[in-house]
């Protein structure tokens, strides 16, 4: 089959899923000359099989609010691909979570665990529940009735979920606890648990610190460093707290966040006080991202209209850009603001945060690109790590981890690099990381047989 026909089966099965076709077609550019290569992955129909989830569960939530009043949502989980471990990706709760979005998710996250070089397979979940003005017992009752349903498919050595969009520490201790009356049993279920309960060091940073010694990598093999570098972050939440802590340990200065809103530009960059600031902010008071300009003197605030044809967030001069929010909050018009902005490099520490025709931008003025399935795996590694300590029933330091994050980081650098120079694209991440992490699925299916 030509690409062309390889996209055409995809589409045709899955019509109505814009993000899900995405993610394929930026997966399968990079993979057709792997395909064209061996003719064995073709007759065994590992594309057609990697694109159709193993098993795609859907289930009615209903709970009831502060009123009394009885809500009702819709819950999933995608297991996508099991050939190298156990099911493993986030849950992500918000409204705009559909099976297009959470098979999009699941799909990449299969070429993601397999670069972190830990058995881990591919798969997501979540809800259209909205978190935001939600009470803290609206939550709880929620993650109750989502788990509820959820447990009857997952244990610690079939399926393995964690956070993604609003779902942080707080519902991973609701979504665990309902687990663990259920099942009556204490087993790592569920990674991103507390520290004291089965959790592992570093893991809330892990994404965002990952992001960073990614970039860190990148800019290494040009003889550069992160040292004195402007930076566009977006985002507010947890990838986007930590790429800036780590953006400013490593000499960096990060000028920006955002929400849903809109976003801050703090020209003297962020310091350790309004990180903190920022954390307490959005981890604790879940407020808006605004209350930030209103409290430090000479940053800007401007509303983001989500309509408009591009984030201002991406019109600033800046060296570095890593879109930490959402997918596609960059697209064709955002990646040339990048390019005439001065940026040079751009990690992705969202998934799928760059559209098809904005990723081109990127590439062909000659900007560092890592796609996010290579530089946002430091999250699902330190899962990984997590799975790892809670079957040894051990605990492992702060440093220990750390180390372990700093090394898988420099292997996936290393690992896209190699393949992508392979297969004639020298330089290029995005090609690397999807060649590299699809022939370590395809080697282990083609191993299994057609099953
Ligand atoms: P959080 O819920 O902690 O934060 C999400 C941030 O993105 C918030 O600032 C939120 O703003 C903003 N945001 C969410 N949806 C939209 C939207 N539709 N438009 C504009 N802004 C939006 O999530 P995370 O930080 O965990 O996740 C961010 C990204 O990183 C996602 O793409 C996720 O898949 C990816 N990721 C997360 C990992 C993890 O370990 N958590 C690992 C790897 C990737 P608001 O507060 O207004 O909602
Ligand atoms: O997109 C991701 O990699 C995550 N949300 C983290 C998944 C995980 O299992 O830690």
Redesign the pocket.
């Known amino acids: 089959m030509l690409l062309a026909d390889y996209l055409q089966y995809v589409k045709q099965r899955n019509a109505h899923e814009p993000e899900f076709l995405q993610a394929v077609d930026e997966v399968l550019q990079s993979v057709y000359p792997v395909l064209e290569r061996h003719a064995e992955f073709r007759k065994l129909k590992l594309f057609e099989r990697m694109t159709e989830p193993e098993r795609l569960i859907s289930f009615r939530v209903t709970w009831l609010d502060d009123k009394g009043d009885v809500q009702v949502n819709r819950g999933y989980r995608v297991q996508m691909n099991s050939a190298i471990g156990p099911y493993k990706g986030?849950l992500?709760f918000?409204p705009?979570v559909t099976p297009s979005v959470l098979k999009f998710?699941a799909f990449e996250q299969i070429f993601?665990n397999a670069l972190t070089g830990i058995p881990m397979g591919g798969g997501k979940g979540g809800s259209d529940f909205d978190p935001?003005g939600k009470s803290e017992n609206e939550i709880m009752k929620f993650c109750q009735a989502f788990m509820g349903e959820l447990a009857r498919h997952i244990d610690d050595r079939t399926d393995v979920p964690?956070?993604?969009?609003?779902?942080?520490g707080r519902e991973i201790g609701y979504l665990f606890g309902t687990y663990k009356k259920i099942k009556n049993e204490f087993t790592g279920v569920l990674t991103?648990k507390g520290i004291g309960w089965g959790g592992s060091l570093i893991?809330t940073e892990?994404?965002?610190y990952g992001l960073i010694y990614f970039a860190q990598n990148m800019l290494q093999a040009k003889g550069d460093s992160l040292k004195g570098k402007v930076c566009l972050v977006?985002?507010?939440?947890?990838?986007?707290?930590y790429a800036i802590e780590k953006i400013m340990q490593l000499g960096g200065k990060a000028v920006t966040?955002?929400?849903?809103?809109g976003f801050v530009y703090d020209e003297a960059g962020f310091t350790t006080e309004k990180l903190e600031f920022l954390k307490e902010l959005?981890n604790v008071r879940?407020g808006?991202?605004k209350e930030y300009a209103d409290k430090f003197k000479g940053v800007v605030y401007q509303d983001?209209d989500?309509k408009a044809d591009h984030n201002p967030l991406w019109a600033l001069k800046a060296d570095c850009a890593f879109p930490?929010?959402?997918?596609n909050?960059v697209n064709e018009k955002d990646a040339r603001n990048l390019v005439k902005g001065g940026v040079k490099l751009l990690a992705e520490?969202?998934?799928?945060?760059t559209t098809i025709e904005g990723i081109n931008v990127i590439l062909d003025a000659g900007v560092m690109y890592a796609p996010?399935k290579a530089s946002?795996?430091?999250?699902?590694a330190t899962?990984g790590l997590e799975m790892t300590q809670n079957y040894m029933g051990q605990n492992w330091t702060r440093e220990e981890v750390d180390d372990k994050l700093q090394d898988i980081m420099k292997g996936i650098h290393d690992t896209c690099l190699a393949a992508a120079k392979e297969y004639g694209k020298p330089g290029n991440y995005m090609a690397g990381a999807n060649i590299a992490g699809f022939l370590k699925v395809a080697r282990a299916m083609q191993a299994q047989g057609v099953i």
């Open positions: 986030g992500r918000h705009s998710l993601k935001k964690a956070g993604d969009i609003g779902v942080g991103g893991r892990a994404t965002g977006s985002g507010s939440g947890n990838v986007a707290q966040a955002s929400d849903s809103n959005k879940r808006r991202i983001i989500a930490c929010a959402t997918q909050e520490g969202a998934n799928m945060p996010g946002n795996a430091g999250g699902v899962s």
